[in-house]
């Protein structure tokens, strides 16, 4: 059974850091590009970042730029997500996921994406 498992959600006050963890079971991702994504109570699941199979180029969405740091262990078959200078609004159910496409480009849809986790909570405190 392949399986992505978030860990390192909690809560953490604002300015507060947290990393977040994702490790792949059943199969490796090693050739796919992995992304994060963040689903805050009565809104969307939205993109917040994502990097290459062989951690090359990163994305990240405009409101987490300069404050959090996508990587990731091939080795481990883990993928991390360190979230530094932490805000309330912040706060949301992180999943990770696995890009569909072999060795592809960084995607932002969600419909790229063909295995997920079931989700970190992050809560931040003002």
């Known amino acids: 059974q392949v399986q992505l498992v978030e860990s390192g959600g909690g809560l953490v006050q604002a300015g507060g850091s947290l990393r977040l963890s994702c490790a792949a079971s059943?199969?490796?991702?090693?050739?796919?590009?992995m992304g994060w994504f963040r689903q805050a109570p009565g809104k969307e699941r939205a993109f917040v970042a994502a990097?290459?199979?062989?951690?090359?180029?990163?994305n990240y969405a405009d409101s987490v730029k300069g404050r959090f740091t996508i990587s990731r262990d091939n080795a481990k078959a883990t993928v991390y997500l360190q979230m530094n200078s932490l805000k309330p609004e912040d706060a949301a159910v992180y999943y990770c996921?696995?890009?569909?496409?072999?060795?592809?480009?960084?995607?932002?849809?969600?419909?790229?994406?063909?295995?997920w986790g079931q989700g970190t909570q992050v809560t931040v405190s003002s």
């Open positions: 996921a696995a890009d569909r496409h072999y060795r592809g480009a960084l995607h932002y849809r969600m419909n790229e994406y063909n295995y």
């Open positions: 059943g199969r490796t991702f090693n050739n796919n590009a």
């Open positions: 990097i290459t199979w062989n951690s090359g180029p990163t």
